[in-house]
């Protein structure tokens, strides 16, 4: 039998009426209006959420989705409960435990209301916090390595491995696309994490320059926005993806790759998530409450964050 949810009029939810830094724009709203669940969406009671760069860059106004309009609430990132869903919506069901990303109506709330089809079943071993922490860093992994050509026994090179990004990027590589051979950059207090993660070669970029080795690679993924080094780092016909490098002319053979929310990813990946092959990486100072969102964004925006700020309990 499906269970019932009493869903309440007003939720609190953090929300930016004007652009700026988030310490100074985000509120904490105590009684704003739930989203109304629109055609082919659910509503999901959100559990727990995560904070990526880009959620400060909507918030200071650097980046905009085409139709965006203030007031708006922050986050990509979110697992939580299904409360609600439109006739249209095909197969998720009220009660079901879900993870992925909500593109439209933010995820520093009560409630959210989400496509159906940029969500997939949380991975039943996984906590909400960690389902959270996944979904639009996951994505991007996957899909970079993916438009990059990376196939077993191929080498790979990741750029800003401790990130929330590269923390996923250098365990795909080896578990999901089979790479022989996974090094990876980060600071020097971070090369432990690095190896615990399955990089044969743990690159401390504070005293080695990675396009000074010898060694090449096949595959090289820019989560720092390097490109211009990372080309001298790839194997002669070998591929460059950067995710941090937009709006420029990026030096051949580089090449710029945005991810997309796409539950159909996380319903592939699921296999390798509830075997713990892929393991979710929180940063030591997550989970912050909600209370604390403004915290977690200047966390995050130190740029020093070992895997991913998560936000949890909601409310
Ligand atoms: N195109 C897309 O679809 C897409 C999607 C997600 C993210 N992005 C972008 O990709 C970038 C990474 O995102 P993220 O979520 O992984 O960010 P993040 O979690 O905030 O990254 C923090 C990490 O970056 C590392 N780092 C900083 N400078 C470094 C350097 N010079 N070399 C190596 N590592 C360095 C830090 O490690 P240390 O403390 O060791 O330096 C830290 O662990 C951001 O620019 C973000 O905007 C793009």
Redesign the pocket.
């Known amino acids: 039998m499906a269970a019932n949810f009493v869903i309440p009029a007003k939720m609190k939810a953090w929300v930016y009426r004007e652009h700026g830094n988030a310490a100074d724009v985000l509120g904490l709203d105590p009684e704003l209006e739930l989203p109304e669940v629109q055609e082919g969406q659910v509503l999901v009671k959100v559990l727990a959420a995560a904070l990526?760069?880009?959620d400060t860059?909507r918030v200071t106004g650097v980046f905009q989705l085409p139709g965006f309009s203030l007031p708006a609430v922050p986050g990509y990132d979110l697992a939580g409960i299904v409360v609600k869903v439109d006739r249209k919506v095909k197969e998720l069901k009220v009660g079901d435990e879900v993870f992925g990303i909500a593109d439209e109506h933010g995820t520093l709330a009560e409630y959210t209301a989400v496509k159906e089809s940029s969500l997939a079943l949380k991975p039943k071993k996984l906590s909400f916090e960690e389902s959270a922490s996944l979904p639009?860093?996951i994505q991007?992994a996957h899909?970079?390595l993916e438009r990059a050509g990376l196939c077993p026994g191929m080498s790979l090179l990741v750029?800003?491995?401790?990130?929330?990004?590269?923390?996923l990027t250098i365990q795909l590589g080896k578990e999901v696309f089979g790479a022989a051979r996974v090094a990876a950059?980060?600071?020097?207090?971070?090369l432990d994490l690095l190896k615990s993660l399955g990089a044969d070669l743990a690159i401390d970029?504070t005293k080695v320059n990675f396009e000074d080795l010898p060694e090449k690679f096949d595959v090289v993924y820019d989560?720092?926005?390097?490109s211009e080094r990372a080309v001298k780092a790839v194997k002669p016909g070998g591929s460059v993806v950067t995710?941090?490098e937009?709006n420029k002319t990026l030096p051949p053979p580089a090449f710029?790759?945005?991810?997309?929310s796409d539950g159909s990813t996380l319903e592939k990946l699921n296999p390798f998530l509830e075997s713990r092959k892929v393991k979710p990486v929180i940063d030591p100072k997550s989970p912050f409450p909600f209370t604390q969102a403004i915290e977690a964004f200047s966390y995050?925006q130190t740029?020093?964050?070992?895997?991913?700020?998560v936000i949890h309990p909601i409310a």
Do not use: D, E
């Open positions: 990526n760069p880009i860059h639009l860093t991007t899909g970079g750029l800003g491995g401790a990130g929330g990004v590269g923390t950059t980060c600071s020097t207090g971070k970029y989560a720092v926005g390097q995710i941090a937009h710029s790759f945005i991810g997309t995050l740029g020093r964050a070992a895997g991913k700020v």
